[in-house]
């Protein structure tokens, strides 16, 4: 199990001097780093506004608002100027899905560069085949032979400029159904490769598989969670386990498109609009995320 003090990350004294250190430093805090996903500017600042830690650029939630399947349709580049909106307008640092980095070892190299560029504090890729599907769908969850995965790793944190940045190394073993010991030689060989952390992702209903995971975690490399179905743990058991992130990785998409749905349709029979004015943010509010300039907004 990893502990606060053998976290594995290097001490920085001194201030954070960019995003990437304010999350090296979080992971060495006393509560679990939440992210919780978003897709967009203003997706992003709601996250910040509501006081989590960090954003998770999520591929899921960044193919949806395209009106696309996760199934790596999106490309680098968009899934990049995301990342950036994102990053521009929220002070908390952005931890980017990168789903299978794009490609080889060579895109995964250009991706890491990129995002380090404009300033990511943070990138994830997972171990599953390319083009990879979501890991909640039935089907299509075919792993990557680890020693390439491992091989992606090493290239990608030799191609940082600088030593900042994290790569969450991300394994579906679980997922794929190939069983926990796989699941640990796979999370064991990426660290060895130069992983920051490792994600050991999940769609048991229970957290049973990540508990033991953890409970075997012999690595001094922080470990992720995405308690996505099994969502009655809580942050504080994930965390005694030896979790130091938390991601909440879809439910802030999932309740705006509850509620668009709700409220549409209350418009399209009532055919007026105080039918659903109060459920829906003033104006006024928008305004205020949006940044505009006092002297400018308006009280609708
Ligand atoms: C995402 O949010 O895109 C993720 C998490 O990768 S999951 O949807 O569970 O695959
Ligand atoms: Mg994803």
């Known amino acids: 199990m990893v502990t606060q003090e053998t976290s594995?990350?290097?001490?920085?004294?001194?201030?954070?001097?960019?995003?990437?250190?304010?999350?090296?430093?979080?992971?060495?805090?006393?509560?679990?780093?939440?992210?919780?996903?978003?897709?967009?500017?203003?997706?992003?600042?709601?996250?910040?506004?509501?006081?989590?830690?960090?954003v998770w650029a999520s591929s899921f939630e960044i193919s949806a608002s395209h009106g696309l399947p996760d199934a790596s349709l999106v490309t680098m580049t968009q899934y990049l100027d995301?990342?950036?909106?994102?990053?521009?307008?929220?002070?908390?640092?952005?931890?980017?899905?990168?789903?299978?980095?794009?490609?080889?070892?060579?895109?995964?190299?250009?991706?890491?560069?990129?995002?380090?560029?404009?300033?990511?504090?943070?990138?994830?890729?997972?171990?599953?085949?390319?083009?990879?599907?979501?890991?909640?769908?039935?089907?299509?969850?075919?792993?990557?032979?680890?020693?390439?995965?491992?091989?992606?790793?090493?290239?990608?944190?030799?191609?940082?400029?600088?030593?900042?940045?994290?790569?969450?190394?991300?394994?579906?073993?679980?997922?794929?159904?190939?069983?926990?010991?796989?699941?640990l030689d796979r999370g064991r060989l990426y660290a060895a490769a130069g992983a920051d952390a490792v994600l050991v992702h999940s769609k048991s209903r229970r957290p049973d598989e990540v508990l033991e995971f953890a409970s075997r975690w012999d690595v001094d490399v922080p470990l992720v969670a995405v308690p996505t179905t099994y969502d009655s743990v809580t942050e504080d058991e994930l965390y005694q386990a030896g979790y130091r992130v938390v991601i909440y990785a879809n439910q802030g998409l999932r309740a705006a498109v509850r509620g668009a749905q709700e409220v549409l349709r209350e418009l399209n029979t009532a055919g007026n609009a105080r039918a659903v004015g109060e459920r829906i943010a003033p104006m006024s509010e928008v305004f205020a995320l949006q940044g505009m300039p006092s002297d400018y907004r308006t009280k609708p």
Request: aromatic share 4%; net charge negative; with cysteine.
């Open 8 to 54: 594995g990350l290097p001490e920085a004294p001194g201030a954070p001097a960019n995003k990437a250190q304010a999350l090296r430093a979080l992971l060495r805090g006393p509560s679990p780093v939440r992210a919780v996903g978003a897709h967009d500017g203003l997706s992003a600042k709601l996250v910040q506004q509501a006081g989590f830690e960090a």
């Open 82 to 183: 995301a990342a950036t909106a994102m990053d521009a307008v929220t002070d908390v640092p952005v931890i980017a899905d990168c789903d299978t980095g794009f490609g080889g070892p060579m895109n995964v190299a250009y991706a890491v560069k990129r995002y380090a560029r404009i300033g990511i504090a943070a990138m994830c890729i997972e171990d599953k085949l390319f083009p990879k599907i979501n890991s909640f769908a039935a089907d299509g969850q075919d792993l990557l032979p680890a020693e390439d995965f491992a091989l992606k790793i090493k290239t990608g944190k030799e191609a940082q400029p600088d030593p900042d940045m994290l790569l969450i190394a991300r394994t579906e073993a679980l997922i794929a159904g190939a069983g926990m010991e796989e699941a």
